[in-house]
T-cell receptor, first 113, second 114 residues
Framework: AQKVTQAQTEISVVEKEDVTLDCVYETRDTTYYLFWYKQPPSGELVFLIRRNSFDEQNEISGRYSWNFQKSTSSFNFTITASQVVDSAVYFCALTSNAGKSTFGDGTTLTVKP | NAGVTQTPKFQVLKTGQSMTLQCAQD?????MSWYRQDPGMGLRLIHY???????DQGEVPNGYNVSRSTTEDFPLRLLSAAPSQTSVYFCASSYSRASNTEAFFGQGTRLTVV
């Protein structure tokens, strides 16, 4: 069975601070896919990034960056210079090659002005 | 291009009633899935479909039925509603088997069973 753990239930930072959201996963598959989604207070789910298990290259997109390490089964997400609009629940998810998806319980990020 | 459309947005059911949550996508996506989201928890997969005529169970399938007669539609049926099924339901679709593409989500259906 596959599992995704987001150990940080809630994080609170002050605007302009950097913040890292942790994600640790378990799977027996050699091919799998990792995702991060954002769920703002309005409730919709917004795709942020996808990573394939065979591509450990880290990625930066503006203030967002992702660190994928297979050796530690982690896929962490960093927001640099956080803003109030970053306040949301962030979900890490793993999809098997067969198509089954497992989500973590989410990390609620609050960015205070 | 409407994306993924879920109806209704809100629903209150009495215990024992049945109903169907509708999900439609206009992106010609092969893969569709249903999740439920309970307070303080992530999304849990109920059922999914890798193409028309093919469905499979996810993590929490009991009490729910699905069918996929067309590429566009993937309805979720609650056979006999129970208070434990009070949740927010999300439908999602993606281009392939969700393996290497992002999922597009509907706006969600907030279901209360009394």
């Amino acid at each position: 069975a596959q599992k995704v753990t987001q150990a940080q239930t809630e994080i609170s930072v002050v605007e302009k601070e950097d913040v890292t959201l942790d994600c640790v996963y378990e799977t027996r598959d050699t091919t799998y896919y990792l995702f991060w989604y954002k769920q703002p207070p309005s409730g919709e789910l917004v795709f942020l990034i996808r990573r394939n298990s065979f591509d450990e290259q880290n990625e930066i997109s503006g203030r967002y960056s992702w660190n994928f390490q297979k050796s530690t089964s982690s896929f962490n997400f960093t927001i640099t210079a956080s803003q109030v609009v970053d306040s949301a629940v962030y979900f890490c998810a793993l999809t098997s090659n067969a198509g089954k998806s497992t989500f973590g319980d989410g990390t609620t990020l609050t960015v205070k002005p | 291009n409407a994306g993924v459309t879920q109806t209704p947005k809100f629903q209150v059911l009495k215990t024992g009633q049945s109903m169907t949550l509708q999900c439609a996508q206009d992106m010609n996506h092969e893969y569709m899935s249903w999740y439920r989201q309970d307070p303080g928890m992530g999304l849990r997969l109920i059922h999914y479909s890798v193409g028309a005529g093919i469905t499979d169970q996810g993590e929490v399938p009991n009490g729910y039925n699905v069918s996929r007669s067309t590429t566009e539609d993937f309805p979720l049926r609650l056979l006999s509603a129970a208070p434990s099924q009070t949740s927010v339901y999300f439908c999602a679709s993606s281009y392939s088997r969700a393996s290497n593409t992002e999922a597009f989500f509907g706006q969600g259906t907030r279901l209360t069973v009394v």
